[in-house]
């Protein structure tokens, strides 16, 4: 049977060819109007290649923010073609601006008629395209032999409650294939007649035992480091993992998270790790953009510098001991904020208050909403408080991006006080470089608590790909 992942890619892959195609028809077609052939304008071709590899790109990211590619998307035709075809609309007007933008001549004469074309031949090609996918992969087997079989980990609540979401769903791509409570002895009935499979010790045995391609951690109330420990076992069976429970709630609402039925939402972990091809990508694509962005915020650089050195004596480079990949310490740059010689004492306390969970945020006084930074912090100078706001403080770590200590996008790295005080399975968390800017920047930022924070981060390392990087710089 087909797995998850083939079908994402069956789909990427059926829209570059369908997009492609569609392009490069409509394209033919407007150019039979014209006087001359683009075969004989050499100058209008290399402008329709640069046009399509412009386009394409926008498209498919156009894609992915619509949800295109999760599960829930499919479960009715009318709407999964209703988005198609609002995502082709917002992907060509924004192209459409570009290409205008651009000044190409031949679409300047022509662009309506191959817009029209394009869209017309690309929406009839994709819906074909991606019905039938869909069928193939989802929809279209018979029996529960053509579906995915889920193990369920988990007997309270939550997993009452996905087990009649899912039995409920008219059009489910599951069959639940058995239920685990590792608080339970095997063999004991759980709910609706179903008998505990077995321990979690036992679970890459059991998966294997009774071909497991899902499996559902269904948990509420359970304490993080319980919760870490059981997603742990569950990645070593190589099933795809994931989590409907409470305390992922904050990221599955932060996050869109996909729908296995209604009101069940699921935040998903991949097992994959990273290649070394896309470890070497990452890298040069860091180089690529931290190079090009110091050389283009000079002059901003230039003007920080001046205006902290006209507020308050000192450094415009505030340097600092961070804690970064496995536990490694290196050298940290920010503009500098606050004024020099100020302690740290007050800052040190909070942290690892917050870090505890018993420090109310200070613009709310609400202890479930911690911020992970003093507000008002009575060290900082009015400039320094401008760039903080602004997030200015934060670009002279570029040159970290340079040096290798950290990446564009990854969890942030923490001081070694803070760092003293994680429990073991917050510092998984730094188990990858640390970033300029993370998940919990984009989708929590000070609305969330620690654990909520290093929950967010853990999610992004399992889940870590370019693509999603390129998701939350857009964020």
């Known amino acids: 049977m087909l797995n998850r992942p083939t079908f994402k890619y069956a789909l990427v892959v059926g829209d570059i ?6 392009y490069f028809i409509a394209l033919d077609i407007a150019s039979s109007a014209a006087t001359m052939p683009m075969t004989q304008q ?22 992915l923010l619509n949800d295109l590619y999760k599960l829930q998307t499919f479960r009715h035709h009318y709407h999964h073609l209703l988005i198609v075809a609002k995502s082709m609309l917002i992907g060509t007007a924004i192209s459409a601006s570009a290409l205008v933008l651009f000044g190409w001549d031949f679409f300047s004469t022509y662009g309506r008629e191959f817009l029209m074309n394009f869209l017309g031949i690309a929406f009839l090609l994709s819906a074909i395209a991606r019905l039938g996918i869909v069928r193939m992969f989802v929809f279209g087997r018979v029996g529960a032999n053509g579906r995915r079989r889920l193990l369920i980990v988990g007997s309270d609540d939550a997993a009452k409650k996905a087990v009649q979401a899912i ?22 009935m759980l709910f609706a007649g179903w008998q505990n499979l077995g321990r979690l010790e036992s679970i890459t045995e059991l998966a294997a035992d009774t071909g497991v391609d899902e499996i559902l951690i269904a948990i509420d109330k359970a304490p993080y480091p319980r919760l870490v420990n059981i997603v742990d076992a569950c990645l070593k069976t190589g099933c795809v993992v994931r989590v409907f429970s409470d305390r992922v709630a904050s990221l599955a609402s932060r996050i869109d998270a996909e729908q296995y039925a209604r009101d069940v939402p699921v935040i998903m972990l991949s097992q994959r790790k990273p290649g070394l091809f896309s470890g070497y990508l990452r890298r040069a694509a860091d180089i690529v953009v931290a190079t090009s962005a110091l050389i283009l915020l000079s002059p901003l650089f230039l003007a920080v510098s001046i205006g902290i050195k006209m507020s308050s004596p000192g450094p415009a480079i505030f340097r600092q001991t961070r804690v970064g990949l496995n536990g490694r310490t290196f050298e940290f740059y920010k503009f500098r904020s606050m004024h020099r010689g100020t302690s740290s004492v007050q800052h040190e306390t909070y942290v690892r208050s917050f870090i ?28 320094g408080r401008l ?10 770590q ?5 040096k290798g200590d950290m990446s564009l996008i990854s969890p942030r790295p923490c001081l070694p006080y803070e760092w003293e005080k994680y429990e073991d399975w917050h510092r998984q968390r730094l188990s990858v470089p640390p970033g300029c800017t993370g998940m919990w920047q984009v989708y929590g930022r000070s609305t969330v608590t620690f654990e909520d924070m290093v929950i967010m981060d853990l999610y992004y390392i399992s889940n870590r790909s370019l693509s ?7 964020k």
Request: charged share 20%.
């Open 17 to 22: 060819a369908c997009l492609s195609l569609a």
């Open 42 to 63: 050499p100058l209008s071709a290399v402008y329709a290649l640069l046009a399509y590899a412009i386009c394409l790109p926008l498209l498919l990211f156009i894609y």
């Open 167 to 188: 039995q409920s769903e008219p059009k489910t791509f599951l069959v639940i294939a058995g239920m685990l409570d590792d608080y339970r002895e095997p063999g004991t």
């Open 356 to 383: 505890e969970g018993d420090t109310p945020c200070l613009e709310t006084g609400d202890a479930a909403a911690g911020v992970f930074k003093i507000v008002d912090d009575p060290r900082t100078f009015a400039f």
């Open 387 to 396: 760039i903080r706001r602004m997030s200015i403080d934060e670009f002279p």
């Open 398 to 402: 570029l040159v970290n991006v340079l």
């Open 468 to 474: 999603l990087d390129v998701r939350i710089l857009f």
